[in-house]
């Protein structure tokens, strides 16, 4: 009972979501120290292809796990759950754990209701303290952060995005196919008709050696523009804070933080950013912050490297028009 | 499509929070309510389907008394019916004990075609309840949703997923969050805000729910705070002040020193 651990394997169209292989990086620490096993568990219609995966053979985890059926070739929150679910009440897993992607967040709610369990969200660290899971998070306050524990097993929570390094395993882990037991329903109340990729570059956000991060101190759409040309020019990632995706001007993959993504470059300019910690967990990592910013007495001016004392908005014209005359 | 129940929350205005020194969690007695950003939606997809389908709306919130003035907001968008699911014993709950109450008050409307909700609420940003809701209702549910309509008795929706674009076709009843990001939003009615003034809310107990006391509230969720610290921030910078003219020259000079910008 509860001698493993489980992370979903978010498997689509051939490919692992790397922040699948991000999660386990705390979790084979934890499941180590507490002599357990950790899975790594992937959902698909195809056993074979899941199964050849090249990133598997270094994935830090004890084993691989793979439930393949038909059923299993659209993503589709019912089913998937429904599977999991079952999973767990036969394995009794110890704790159950998603990375915070689109699945992550849409299948872990449906798992902890039917099991009854309790769900933390925005987890950016893991610690055991004793016997104890300790899961950390920010929350209410300034620059406050509180750990949880959870009085239920499995203990479940969703990771934040980019907020632990991908490490390989020395070791292979052992993949083998789950099978579901005979008179599991492989059904569902969905049936996906169209699927229209999208067309948009895969965020490299998390993994951008230069990150130019925008927030409200930017003012205007037309500056947020400028910052996105001047990332151009630098060969630099764009990020934002909350705000900017709220005012509409950007989208959630682009922002960075515990509801976001965390970053890690080797450099980090913020402009016009306070410096919430929902955010500064996001890139504290960063080798050299810089920050831009008309007030002194900021956070992020606090914790930066160097600051910059002054408007945002036109600091990002001179350097770009001192950029295009140097490169003429 | 005969019944649409939407959820909505109240979340502090910003500005007005005050945090509990102690707990550190939001003193929601005290602070003046909005709507929950997100929830607008919601309740937009909910009258679009009232426009073309003469559904019934009703419009639920689970909160103290004062979130009373979110209910008739919604009530002045369009929404028919409007409920206050509000005792003590609620305060505290993680998102398992606020799923139970809601799926209970859903539940107890039946028949109903489906549940609308946002997609998340900006004080809390898990994006789990509306999920979990569904689950404890043995419902289907779908996140991140821009556009519904109905078909029989199958409701048709587009979702977008971090890879792609779907149209699903779903079962009745069904649970749906609603995407923040919708091309329109219609304005309040003057004449239903004036209506809506002289209307309360039906309001529900847990005693009215039937629900017990170990499942709900800060007793009954099993996500815990084991403690709260503050992180200090390690005050190490330089500061540079000067007109955006010099400040960017030194910066280019300071890139190129690291190598970053070379011409
Ligand atoms: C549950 C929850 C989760 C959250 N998750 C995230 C998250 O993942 N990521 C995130 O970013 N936020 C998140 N937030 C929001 C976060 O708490 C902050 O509100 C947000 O990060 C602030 O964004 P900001 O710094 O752009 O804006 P503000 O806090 O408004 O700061 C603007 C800054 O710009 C400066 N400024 C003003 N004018 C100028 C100018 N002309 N030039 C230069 N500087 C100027 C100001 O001095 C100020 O420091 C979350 C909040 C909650 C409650």
């Known amino acids: 009972m509860e001698e493993i651990i489980i992370a979903y394997g978010e498997y689509n169209n051939g490919k692992l979501h790397p922040a699948s292989l991000e999660i386990l990086t705390p979790l084979y620490d934890i499941a180590e120290r507490l002599g357990k096993k950790l899975v790594l568990l992937l959902l698909t219609e195809d056993f074979e292809r899941a199964q050849s995966l090249p990133e598997l053979k270094k994935a830090l985890c004890h084993y691989v796990w793979i439930v393949s059926a038909p059923e299993l070739k659209d993503y589709r929150d019912d089913l998937y759950s429904e599977v999991i679910i079952e999973l767990s009440k036969r394995e009794m897993p110890y704790g159950v754990f998603f990375p915070a992607t689109f699945q992550g967040m849409s299948l872990a709610p449906r798992i902890a209701g039917a099991l009854q369990v309790g769900l933390c969200a925005h987890v950016n660290d893991l610690k055991l303290e004793g016997d104890n899971l300790l899961m950390f998070r920010p929350t209410y306050g300034d620059n406050i952060i509180a750990s949880l524990y959870s009085t239920t097993i499995p203990i479940m929570a969703t990771l934040s995005l980019g907020a632990f390094v991908i490490k390989e395993n020395p070791f292979s882990p052992q993949i083998s196919k789950y099978e579901m037991p005979p008179e599991f329903k492989w059904q569902s109340k969905m049936k996906i008709r169209k699927s229209k990729p999208l067309i948009k570059e895969p965020s490299r956000l998390s993994v951008a050696k230069i990150v130019l991060a925008g927030g409200m101190g930017l003012k205007t759409k037309e500056n947020l523009a400028l910052l996105r040309e001047l990332a151009k020019v630098l060969r630099a990632e764009v990020g934002v804070t909350r705000p900017l995706c709220h005012a509409g001007w950007a989208k959630e993959e682009e922002m960075i933080g515990v509801s976001g993504v965390s970053v890690r470059p080797k450099l980090y300019i913020g402009f016009g950013i306070s410096g919430a910690i929902q955010h500064t967990l996001g890139m504290e990592n960063s080798e050299f912050i810089i920050a831009v910013n008309t007030d002194k007495e900021a956070p992020l001016v606090k914790m930066a490297h160097l600051s910059l004392i002054c408007d945002a908005g036109e600091l990002i014209k001179s350097l770009l028009k001192q950029l295009s005359r140097e490169s003429n | ?263």
């Open chain 2, 1 to 263: 499509m005969d019944k649409v129940i939407v959820c909505i929350k109240g979340v502090p205005k910003p500005g007005t929070v005050k945090v509990d020194p102690e707990t550190h969690t939001l003193k929601r007695e005290s602070a003046e309510l909005i709507l929950n950003p997100m929830d607008r939606s919601a309740l937009e997809m909910a009258m679009r389907l009232k426009d073309k389908y003469n559904c019934e709306v009703v419009v639920i919130t689970m909160g103290p008394p004062n979130a009373v003035p979110l209910l008739r907001e919604a009530y002045s968008l369009g929404a028919d019916k409007m409920i206050l699911l509000s005792d003590r014993l609620f305060a505290g709950s993680d998102t398992l004990a606020t799923s139970r109450v809601l799926a209970r008050a859903i539940s107890n409307l039946k028949p109903f075609s489906l549940v609308l909700m946002g997609l998340k609420s900006i004080d809390g940003e898990t994006a789990q309840v509306p999920p979990e809701t569904a689950s404890l209702l043995g419902l289907p549910s779908v996140t991140n949703v821009k556009q519904i309509s109905v078909e029989g008795e199958k409701v048709i929706v587009v979702r977008e997923t971090d890879y792609s674009e779907e149209e699903i076709e779903v079962d009745l009843p069904a649970v749906l969050s609603v995407t923040p990001y919708l091309d329109y939003y219609r304005p309040p009615s003057f004449k239903r805000m004036l209506e809506a003034r002289k209307l309360d809310p039906l309001i529900l107990s847990a005693q009215d729910l039937a629900l017990p006391e170990e499942l709900l509230g800060l007793k009954g969720s099993p996500t815990q705070v084991h403690s709260v610290f503050e992180k200090k921030i390690m005050e190490r910078g330089e500061i540079w002040e000067g007109s955006p003219e010099e400040l960017a020259k030194r910066l280019i000079d300071l890139l190129k020193e690291k190598e970053i910008f070379k011409n």
